[in-house]
């Protein structure tokens, strides 16, 4: 079975400074994505990019981007530019390509805190 | 109005009784799925269907059962509430393949 692995319960950033949230995974599949979702004190759950295990080029959305190793089988997530905003849990998590296996398997997240 | 819809939003009962999580969505999507998240254990899969006749069990499905209504609902329940079932429920649906979920609002159960 796919597991994820989040292994920073807690992190902390100054406003507008950089932070890199850890994820690794274990899988013996080629083909399959990996997501970030963002669940800020609402609960809502937020999707914050995705990223095609097929694809080399790291995912970006604004001040969110990948750092995908493929081999190592990692899956960071870095926020540029800290908001008050971005305080959150934030969950990694893994799907299989291949059709009838779209399950996705969280991690157990992350919290992220934002110092003024 | 929301594209996929959580009801009740918080719910307390007590041991034993038996209680139903409503979901339903307008995505159009055939794929729907439910979680439980814990505090420390993330999001757990339940019970997943691909349509209205497929559904099947995920990792956590002891104590709970559900029924797919129509490809735009999908409810839970549980049988015979216990303290250990207090938890955040999401309801989640997905176009398929590679995509992501849209996740519902959540329904925040305390078993008393």
């Known amino acids: 079975a796919q597991t994820v692995t989040q292994s920073q319960p807690e992190m902390s950033v100054q406003e507008a400074e950089t932070v890199t949230l850890s994820c690794t995974y274990d899988t013996s599949e080629s083909d399959y994505y990996l997501f970030w979702y963002k669940q800020p004190p609402s609960r809502q759950m937020i999707l914050v990019i995705r990223?095609?295990?097929?694809?080399?080029q790291n995912a970006t959305e604004n001040r969110f981007s990948v750092n995908f190793q493929k081999a190592a089988k990692s899956f960071s997530l870095k926020i540029s530019d800290s908001q008050l905003g971005d305080a959150a849990m934030y969950f990694c998590?893994?799907?299989?390509?291949?059709?009838?296996?779209?399950?996705?398997?969280f991690g157990t997240g992350t919290r992220l805190t934002i110092i003024p | 109005d929301a594209d996929v819809t959580q009801t009740p939003r918080n719910r307390i009962t007590k041991t034993g009784k038996r209680i139903m999580l409503e979901c339903s969505q307008t995505?159009?999507?055939?794929?729907m799925y439910w979680y439980r998240q814990d505090p420390g254990l993330g999001l757990r899969l339940i019970y997943y269907?691909?349509?209205?006749?497929?559904?099947n069990k995920g990792e956590i499905s002891d104590g709970y059962s559900v029924s797919r209504q129509a490809q735009a609902k999908f409810s839970l329940s549980l049988e015979s509430a216990i303290p250990n079932q207090t938890a955040l429920y999401f309801c989640?649906?997905?176009?398929?393949?590679?995509?992501?979920?849209?996740f519902g609002s959540g329904t925040r159960l305390t078993v008393v």
């Open positions: 998590a893994y799907r299989r390509g291949n059709f009838g296996n779209e399950k996705l398997t």
């Open positions: 989640a649906t997905s176009e398929g393949r590679g995509s992501g979920y849209t």
């Open positions: 990223q095609e295990a097929y694809k080399q």
């Open positions: 269907s691909f349509d209205v006749k497929d559904i």
């Open positions: 995505k159009g999507h055939d794929r």
